[in-house]
């Protein structure tokens, strides 16, 4: 058995996937780095191929017909054979020194009394073009060099979540809570994190930054244009979120705020996309999702249409969206995400 998989969905990624690879190679034998080929059109199976080819003991190449970046994180999920399991897009990569002192402290806590449930590390959005390279850090809100619960949580600030690219979970945790993430969608990255997190009882957090997250291909899904015109599938992610969150009772109370604050941002990202495209029909769409909200849960429907992001997105008329956007472009800049 394998310490950690790592699972790289590809789909025509030959032109950068080569760079992911090689630095996820750098754990040597304690990992399985399973290359999801999602039926790409280019080389991508044929460089997937070629790798586990060279590296028998440590890369799988998967093939499979397209179904979309969760689909493929479902594919390696079902191969995943290491105790902990993480997911690397192909036009990422990670931090050597950093990768390997969160592999020797997996290794360490493995062989002690107590189970893990997440790891968790900073990650640094390699934004292209920009002079300073932000980093995601979690040091002020969580223990370090310990193993910690939900209780010792402290309170996250708006802009700070625990992202994809901060997480690694154990694979048994995620199999136990029946993860599966919907095919053809993207930013399901939301629901790897957000639907596990009422089963997570322990967790860790390293003060490193191992994730490197790359901005600035113009076909990214973050990319605002595009998100708008996949509103459609933000949407379903947006809801299969409060499906999480409202079918839970008896959270702990910091896990619960916390997964309302997450909840607050998404549906705010939602709602705003919705105003930018400037169409009725989304604007519709926007109505239709804080139903369903408001159906799903009242209690929490009121707490967050009555939240300031919730407040800012919905005001009234074409004078408040017009608002909202400028309250957003204010928040885009000081925040640095697109």
């Not at 850090?137 to 060099?145: A, D, E, G, L, T």
């Not at 191992?210 to 998100?227: A, K, L, P, T, W």
């Not at 249409?305 to 919730?310: A, F, N």
């Amino acid at each position: 058995m394998k310490l950690l998989s790592i699972t790289v969905p590809c789909y025509n990624s030959q032109n950068y996937m080569k760079n992911c690879v090689d630095s996820l190679l750098e754990g040597g034998n304690l990992v399985e780095i399973l290359i999801v080929d999602d039926g790409s059109r280019d080389d991508t199976a044929k460089i997937a191929d070629e790798y586990a080819a060279k590296y028998p003991g440590i890369v799988k190449a998967i093939h499979q017909e397209n179904g979309g970046h969760g689909e493929a994180v479902n594919t390696g999920l079902k191969n995943a054979t290491g105790l902990y399991f993480k997911v690397v897009d192909s036009d990422d990569w990670v931090n050597k020194e950093a990768y390997h002192a969160i592999l020797d402290k997996l290794l360490e806590i493995t062989g002690g009394p107590q189970t893990l449930d997440m790891m968790i590390s900073n990650f640094v959005y390699e934004k292209q073009g920009a002079k300073r390279k932000k980093v995601m850090r979690y040091k002020n809100y969580m223990p370090q060099n310990e193993i910690f619960t939900w209780k010792e949580m402290g309170r996250m600030p708006l802009g700070k979540y625990i992202l994809m690219h901060s997480v690694i979970y154990r694979t048994g945790l995620l199999r136990d809570c029946g993860l599966v993430l919907p095919k053809h969608t993207f930013y399901v990255d939301n629901l790897f994190v957000y639907q596990p997190l009422p089963h997570v009882q322990t967790m860790y957090y390293m003060d490193v930054n191992f994730y490197r997250y790359f901005i600035g291909r113009d076909d990214q899904s973050v990319n605002e244009e595009v998100m708008i015109r996949r509103i459609d599938q933000q949407i379903r992610v947006n809801k299969l979120m409060i499906d999480t969150i409202a079918g839970v009772k008896n959270l702990n109370k910091n896990l619960r705020n916390y997964m309302l604050r997450y909840l607050d941002i998404i549906m705010a990202v939602s709602s705003i996309m919705l105003i930018r495209s400037g169409t009725e029909e989304n604007l519709a769409k926007k109505k239709e999702l804080w139903r369903y909200l408001k159906n799903a849960d009242l209690g929490i429907y009121r707490k967050l249409y009555l939240s300031i992001l919730g407040r800012g997105v919905n005001l009234p008329g074409k004078c408040g969206r017009d608002l909202s956007v400028s309250i957003y472009k204010v928040v885009q800049k000081f925040y640095g995400f697109n």
